[in-house]
């Protein structure tokens, strides 16, 4: 048993050197950000999908295709627009011919989704019938056309952006569709030493190049330990403690009994884990501690917890009701 362990040490070991070497190819063209890059990592160690939600010029595309770039996997982008069918995600038939007998037969034309990596740029750009293309990918990692089912190649990840700012001509994400997004990340401006780095950096004749520095296997492999790391009992009460909280029929707190209208799901308390999980991997370590939880409830419940009208005139938010929920709900070691 002790050697098993020591092998896998030794394999998380050499991998976390793969997981720095990424986020060193990142911090090339990507200056700051490095929260928001570490939960980019998340959602890949824990094989979900993630939201990026940030004003333009926070370079939130530009983040997704350096990561993409740094990786050996295959990367589609995909502007959605209003105009944005079904079939130009998923893919349609079409009618071909065999040479040889002169038979005529649909084949099934595979669009952009089958790929690696997903940027869906500006997905809330598209109305809600396209948007609901990607609800079975996300969740099943399959595409089904007709009476025919297509696995896709695993690993497989949907990155999208939307812009919180400019809201004509977009379509609100369905609850459902927003429940399977693992987190939503939210890009803030960066600091005056950053920005002043960014100017530096963008306006001047340097041009970048990137090296893939970790592949397809290793980021599956990496997804198998983060289901092996430990969490306590007392933890997982933690994270089912913290999600039942966020729920007005069954919450103690007052402040969300009067300020919210839906809690998270079970999903939320999932995501918690796997997500506290691959940040405790993301450091070197094969358990996980109250910081890793606290490390990332907010962008897990970030579009679970749905404030009511009431609080929203008095610019209450989820992000409010989270910190709330962490200040009130404590952590008890047994």
């Known amino acids: 048993m002790n050697t098993e362990l020591e092998q896998i040490a030794a394999e998380v ?43 333009p010029g926070l370079a939130k595309t530009l983040m997704i295709r350096t990561l993409a770039d740094a990786i050996d996997l295959k990367f589609k982008r995909i502007q959605f627009t209003p105009d944005l069918m079904p079939s130009d995600i998923l893919g349609t038939e079409i009618l071909e011919e065999d040479h040889s007998t002169g038979k005529k037969f649909f084949k099934f034309n595979k669009g ?42 695993k690993p497989f990840f949907i990155l999208a952006t939307q812009n919180p700012i400019e809201q004509s ?8 569709q927003q429940d399977r997004f693992l987190l939503y990340i939210a890009i803030g401006y960066p600091g005056a030493e950053e920005e002043a780095a960014i100017l530096k950096a963008t306006t001047g004749t340097t041009r970048t190049s990137l090296q893939k520095v970790i592949s397809g296997a290793d980021i599956l ?3 198998e330990l983060v289901r092996e790391v430990s969490i306590s009992d007392p933890l997982i009460d933690y994270v089912s403690e913290m999600v039942r909280a966020t729920r007005p029929d069954t919450s103690g707190l007052e402040y969300v009994r009067k300020w919210v209208d839906w809690g998270a799901g079970p999903r939320a308390g999932q ?23 606290r490390a990332v409830v907010y962008p897990v419940f970030r579009h679970r917890i749905l404030v009511n009208f009431r609080a929203e005139s008095e610019g209450i938010r989820s992000d409010s009701v989270t910190a709330e929920i962490l200040d009130k709900i404590e952590y008890k070691a047994s």
């Not at 950000?33 to 990026?52: R, S």
């Not at 001509?169 to 459902?176: D, K, S, W």
């Not at 918690?272 to 993301?282: D, G, R, S, Y």
Request: no cysteine; proline share 5%.
């Open 112 to 153: 952009p989704i089958f790929s690696n990596i997903i940027l869906a740029d500006e997905i809330n750009r598209t109305p809600p019938k396209t948007q609901a293309a990607l609800l079975e990918v996300m969740q099943e990692f399959s595409v089904t056309y007709g009476d025919q089912t297509y696995p896709l190649e």
């Open 169 to 176: 001509g977009t379509f609100v994400l369905p609850e459902a």
């Open 271 to 293: 995501a918690m884990i796997l997500t506290a999980k691959a940040n405790a991997l993301l450091q070197g370590r094969l358990s996980v501690t109250p910081e890793d939880i």
């Open 13 to 55: 070991d050499t991998l976390s050197q793969k997981l720095q070497a990424l986020k060193a190819e990142i911090g090339k063209v990507i200056i700051g950000q490095e929260q928001t890059v570490d939960q980019l990592l998340i959602t890949f160690l824990a094989g979900g999908h993630a939201l990026l939600e940030g004003v």
């Open 221 to 223: 492999r990496l997804q």
